[in-house]
């Protein structure tokens, strides 16, 4: 039971490329997160998800996109990257919405 | 929507001696209320919460909270803390629609 993992753990961009970041949980939960971890801010939810196909806009959504395609499966984009963009990145699932969130391990990003 | 206040972003602590980390929070609605622990490198893992019921909730790696709807705080407690310890600690509140608000985390330091 392998929980939440994250794809890839560490990446350098430069700015103006794509990438996307694989989130996969194998706990069967609806609902899937992801937040940016910042020094000092905490972490910020960008998008979720509350089930297969759903995505919704958390509170700094400008500049991802999301995508559910698959139950076990979180997508989170970034088309055209900026050095504001480098944080940590993490995702999560809940089985039901307002209880516990399981997070991965998190992906370190750096935008040059 | 609600808004979480940790009051101090680093405590220092002795080994063996007790710690407390405060939170406080805003919200105009019923809140589920939420510690989570972030060891370096690691993703967040959850201490403990309170959904409902009594307001003295017990965790893991025997940390407490204590739940006070008047003064709108759910601050942490451990009586006597170890090396293991040394981590970020992050409070978080959300309402019935599950979306997490999380306060910008407090650095414990233990030392022999």
């Known amino acids: 039971n392998a929980g939440v993992t994250q794809t890839p753990k560490f990446r350098v961009l430069k700015t103006g490329q794509s990438m996307t970041l694989l989130c996969a949980q194998d706990m069967n939960h609806e609902y899937m997160y992801w937040y940016r971890q910042d020094p000092g801010m905490g972490l910020r939810l960008i998008h979720y998800s509350v089930g297969e196909g759903t995505t919704a806009k958390g509170e700094v959504p400008d500049g991802y996109n999301v995508s559910r395609l698959k139950k076990q499966n979180f997508l989170l984009g970034l088309e055209s990257a900026a050095p504001s963009q480098t944080s940590v990145y993490f995702c999560a699932s809940s089985y039901v919405r307002a209880d516990t969130q399981y997070f991965g391990p998190g992906t370190r990003l750096t935008v040059l | 929507a609600q808004s979480v206040t940790q009051l101090d972003s680093q405590v220092p602590v002795f080994e063996e001696a007790p710690v407390e980390l405060r939170c406080n929070y805003s919200?105009?609605?019923?809140?589920?209320l939420f510690w989570y622990v972030q060891y370096p490198n690691q993703g967040l893992q959850l201490l403990l919460k309170y959904l409902s019921g009594s307001t003295l909730v017990k965790g893991i790696n025997g940390f407490e909270a204590e739940f006070n709807k008047s003064q709108t705080s759910f601050h942490l407690r451990k009586p006597s803390v170890h090396i293991s310890d040394t981590a970020e600690y992050f409070c978080?509140?959300?309402?019935?629609?599950?979306?997490?608000?999380f306060g910008a985390g407090t650095q414990v330091v233990v030392t022999p």
């Open positions: 978080a509140v959300t309402d019935s629609w599950g979306k997490l608000q």
């Open positions: 919200s105009s609605v019923s809140v589920y």
